[in-house]
């Protein structure tokens, strides 16, 4: 008798389990900028991101880099930043791209540059296309939702917080100039 009232008990919590998830999920999933609605791999990892559990609700930088690029030094300028401002609800992550011919095919070797050369702690992930037919799906997002795609490696895309702006900034925009500050700052969490 204790089994079956056991067995009653359990199955009745895992009902209400199950249909309280299902009312949180969609809502969960409508909060989520449609540019985050995606699963990504770390570079050099089998570690897969949630990228809207880890960084909805933040404002996210998107950059496209590349580690034999004349923009590469950017790395530091990038970590300096992310190191600044992560704590206000910023975040920086690295997209590794061969798509101007200027990044390794062994991401051991775009890590070895990230981690060892330029002390890169903000996320990167795994290597993909920015542009034309075969962009990556955050790419394609990105480029529709502001009308440019990455002309070079460094390109930088800035989404505020709530996911409602995201602004575009060629690769001569580094990660110390004034106006991009100042809209960094205006995108963080409010």
Excluded at 18 to 27: C, E, L, T
Excluded at 96 to 119: H, I, M, R, W
Excluded at 156 to 166: I, N, Q, R, W
Aim: aromatic share 10%; glycine share 6%.
């Amino acid at each position: 008798m204790k089994t079956i009232i056991l067995s009653a008990c359990l199955y009745f919590i895992t009902v209400l389990a199950i249909s309280g998830a299902s009312s949180v999920i969609p809502a969960q999933a409508n909060e989520c900028p449609s540019v985050l609605k995606h699963m990504k791999r770390k570079l050099n990892s089998q570690e897969v991101v949630n990228m809207c559990q880890e960084y909805g609700g933040k404002a996210v930088l998107f950059v496209n880099t590349a580690s034999k690029c004349g923009f590469t030094p950017q790395f530091e300028g990038l970590e300096a930043l992310y190191t600044e401002y992560k704590d206000k609800g910023l975040v920086v992550v690295g997209f590794p791209s061969n798509s101007f011919a200027q990044e390794f095919s062994d991401e051991g070797k775009t890590a070895e540059v990230c981690e060892l050369t330029y002390g890169v702690n903000f996320p990167m992930f795994e290597t993909i296309s920015v542009r034309n037919d075969d962009a990556d799906p955050i790419y394609a997002k990105l480029a529709q939702m502001t009308g440019k795609t990455p002309k070079w490696n460094f390109n930088k895309y800035l989404m505020s917080a709530d996911g409602e702006t995201v602004k575009h900034y060629g690769s001569r925009v580094t990660p110390d100039d004034k106006d991009f500050l100042s809209d960094v700052s205006n995108a963080l969490p409010k």
